[in-house]
């Protein structure tokens, strides 16, 4: 949009407040303008304000980020404290498998057994006291954090378990049929030996 669109008063207003800080993106918005307007205006006042480009991570803020999370695992506190964006390190928690509302959860055992541990107990000793299994008791004494399908360590290394498969499980092949769906290994399962099969019967229509 053009900048002559808008009134001698509503180009001031925006000067007036770059000039009190803040984006031009979000200067724009509080004056009504476009930001188009914006930058064209600023051309013409002989500054130089550069559109705000993403800010890129590497892989050491990546590595930091899940650190901190497998010891608060609050995705929110841990991007503010690096001052990272939080929609970017809500992306990554989603793509390492963390959900959102596992990564705030508390496990009131592990607080009590790490609260135990501190006092001077042994694991067994504070493993038996809050109902915990080895595994879980060794976990919790290395900062592992166990996730959905999955851990993540210390160093903000995650692990991912692959999905269990039942060999002996069929999976569906579903078809769209009148009322709904049909299962195609349930159409095509052999009823009784004397009876010709669906497969059966479509080889025979083939030899036709």
């Not at 498969?165 to 579903?174: G, W, Y």
């Amino acid at each position: 949009m053009a900048g002559s669109k808008y009134s001698k008063e509503r180009k001031e207003r925006f000067l007036d407040l770059v000039d009190r800080g803040g984006t031009v993106r979000a200067t724009a918005n509080a004056a009504g303008v476009h930001e188009d307007a914006a930058y064209t205006w600023l051309r013409q006042a002989g500054l130089t304000m550069q559109r705000a480009t993403p800010r890129k991570y590497s892989k050491a803020d990546k590595e930091e980020f899940f650190r901190r999370l497998a010891k608060n695992p609050n995705v929110s506190a841990v991007a503010r404290e690096l001052g990272f964006t939080r929609v970017t390190c809500y992306a990554w928690a989603r793509k390492a498998g963390i959900r959102t509302s596992e990564a705030r959860k508390v496990n009131p055992r592990r607080e009590e057994f790490l609260r135990l541990r501190a006092e001077g107990l042994t694991r067994a000793e504070a493993r038996a006291r809050v109902g915990a299994d080895a595994r879980s008791a060794t976990d919790w004494d290395k900062g592992i954090t166990v996730i959905n399908r999955g851990r993540i360590y210390p160093d903000g290394h995650v692990v991912r378990y692959p999905e269990s498969k039942m060999d002996d499980v069929i999976p569906e092949r579903r078809m769209r049929a009148i009322g709904g769906s049909i299962d195609l290994n349930e159409v095509e399962k052999l009823i009784r030996p004397r009876y010709l099969s669906l497969l059966e019967r479509e080889q025979i229509k083939d030899l036709r």
